[in-house]
């Protein structure tokens, strides 16, 4: 639930960095969305408020992160405005940080001499088949994000990926049988209801833009024009020759 907060942090920054500008529909279009996503996911009874910080942390940073993003790829002066460049750039990063992390948190070696996922070759080429193809799903899927930040922004990302949690939602419903209680089916519609309104303020903020934009009408035909440079070069011809 507090995840699901991460919408509004990416709103707030995209005000902060100057991608958006404050609209009250906006804002309310978007509250509207998060408050859906948190009666779907509402049922948990257990609190623990180191847990609710770190989560509420990240939620912030990731905010912060995607704006930053965004700032990256959409300043051509930058350098690193094309996807496939950010990601060079970040990802040994991130796989730096990401396995330090690992060597002391999880412990993967340990893992790998007890765990009954690599107790054979072929449970070795199993499991490290199915990181591949987790792997080539991540790299997709952050391909995708990247480029739908610099053709959009933003706040269109976190609306796409509010839409991502209700389609695993609907899954886990039809696949595992998760039961939601009306409660939770009245937050899915209320965030159903939030995507197809912000996709309408999304189009009617294109079709304004468009309606104000104009062209210039030329004042004479090119064929006038042609018998103007005629005339204008069979008089400077006379002139010469007189």
Known sequence: MVKSSTPIWVLLFSFMFGFERPRLLLVAIIVVMVAGVILTVEGETKFDPVG????????IVSGLRWSMTQLLLQHENMGISNPIATLYYLTPVMFVTMFTL???FEHPLDQFQHSKH???????????????????????????????IKSTNTVTLSVAGISKEIVVIMLSVMIYGDVLTPKNVLGLLV?????IAYNYYKLSKKNGSEKGQYQMIPMHSSSNSNLNSSSTNSSTTRNLRD
């Open 52 to 59: 609710f910080a770190l989560v509420l942390i990240a939620s």
């Open 102 to 104: 690992s060597l002391v």
């Open 191 to 195: 965030s159903i209801i939030g995507i």
């Open 118 to 148: 690599f107790d054979t070759v072929s449970h070795i080429i199993e499991s490290f088949g199915l990181m591949s193809i987790g792997g080539l799903l991540a790299f997709a899927m952050t391909l995708a994000e990247l480029y739908l």
